[in-house]
């Protein structure tokens, strides 16, 4: 893997990587139930994976089949912002999918590397609460 040995915070108890071939790690933060992980974003060419950085055998692994796609938050200036949101398939009989939410001063970069192993068509532009409103609304009206 490129980089990933050469960093600091590897150690002998890590879990085995899916990737054969990464990316710089970003940093970045994972927000998980109440509260959010600190960590290291690795994208490689068979999984997006998030390791803790205070325990590195605690990690996300999300091979690039089970994603359905990404929202990347823009701003009202038409800015990428730093939080992102990835959204898995649907498991068995479930109808909800599941959210993961991430956040790195290198959204845009990230979302560029997503891009390119999972199409763009899968990476688009999160709703804004105003129009998730909207489509309450007219959802009602007919």
Known sequence: MTGFFREKWYTKDMIQSLNTKTSAPFQAIAYIGLGNVYGKLLIGDKAFEF???????????????TIHHVEGVITRQNKISRQFVIVLNKQGNSKRQNHLRFSSKDAGKVLKIIREHIGNDKVVKAQTLVSKIKKLLTKRKS
Do not use: G, L, T
């Open 51 to 65: 390791f803790n950085d205070a325990n590195v055998s605690d990690a996300i692994q999300i091979p690039w089949e």
